[in-house]
Nanobody, 118 residues
């Protein structure tokens, strides 16, 4: 069974860069035709789909975050990472990674809380 586990710093100061990692087990991040997406949920709000990286390494960025984000992968570790620069308190959220097959998100991590505060 596929499992996803997010990890991150928990607390980040404004203007810093947030780095998150999603470690995948039970399946390879290079398996056709899956994609791996980061999704966040700010407190009291709905889910916000952010960046995605395909099985072949292609990346797609959400228009709202494009200028501040970078998504990458380490196939040797079976990990997908997200970096978000110049964070503000509005980036406070639970960040999830999920497996995506044509908009069917069949596996999710438990999520990691990120708080942006000085």
């Amino acid at each position: 069974q596929v499992q996803l586990q997010e990890s991150g710093p928990g607390l980040v100061k404004p203007s810093q860069t947030l780095s998150l990692t999603c470690t995948v087990s039970g399946g390879s991040i290079t398996t056709s035709y899956y994609a791996w997406r980061w999704i966040r949920q700010p407190p009291g709000k709905g889910l916000e789909w952010t960046e995605v990286i395909d099985y072949d390494g292609s990346t797609y960025y959400s228009p709202s975050l494009k200028s501040r984000t970078s998504i990458s992968r380490d196939t040797s570790k079976n990990q997908v990472s997200l970096q978000l620069s110049s964070v503000t308190p509005e980036d406070t959220a639970v960040y999830y990674c999920a497996r995506d097959l044509h908009a069917d998100y069949d596996y999710w991590g438990q999520g990691t809380q990120v708080t942006v505060s000085s």
